[in-house]
């Protein structure tokens, strides 16, 4: 599809996002067994690009099974593409924190994350991305805590959409996830990766007032999507 500076971001749950541009990208794609989640893993059609930011089962997900059943590539952690392929993978775009790749005309590089990883195949390292979309500079921070360097990718990336866990726990919660917010100095910011279960039940909009007027909180439920 041709939509221009067009970019649709859509929340399936948990920490799941489709992005809708010139390309569809799926990141972190915990569809089955996920009770927040407002898809099916068959009803995922049509994907180009799938983006898995670490290895556990909540974030790993059905991604496998969706870039094999949509023919996508599977973009991640150097260990984890190496597992992918021997699960039948056949598109894959190794990385690792730091790097910058172009995947069919979109940029995508990898960001440190402060949180551990592991799968079947091996531990790795968690990530985060900064994925280019026309005119916009989406950061999805998979799981991580805040960390200083946040501010480093706001200076050299600057995302214009951060996407930023909030459930506390397993990673950064309310206050730290707003000190994040003061580092990246995105306009506009989407809590995730809270509500799913009950270990990670946080209130979004007491994420929002803690942020106040210092970026636009945009919070949407699964199923629910948002256009820039």
Sequence with gaps: MDNGDYMKLEFLGHSCFMIYADKKIIIDPFLSGNPSASKKMEEIKDVDMVLVTHGHGDHLGDAIEIAKMNNSVLVAMYEIVNYAKTKGVEKVEPMNIGGTIDVMGIKVTMTNATHSSDFEGGVGHASGFIVN?????????????????????????????????????????????????????????????????????????????????RSKVIILRPGESVSF
């Design 133 to 213: 979309v026309g005119d916009h500079v989406v950061y999805h921070a998979g799981d991580t805590g805040v960390f200083y360097d946040m501010k480093l990718i706001g200076e050299i990336y600057r995302p214009d959409i951060s996407i930023l866990p909030i459930g506390s726990r397993f990673t950064m919660g309310i206050r730290e996830a707003a000190k994040a917010v003061d580092l990246l100095r995105s306009e506009y910011t989407i809590p995730m990766h809270y509500g799913t279960y009950p270990a990670v039940d946080q209130d979004p909009y007491e994420f929002e007032k803690a942020v106040g007027e």
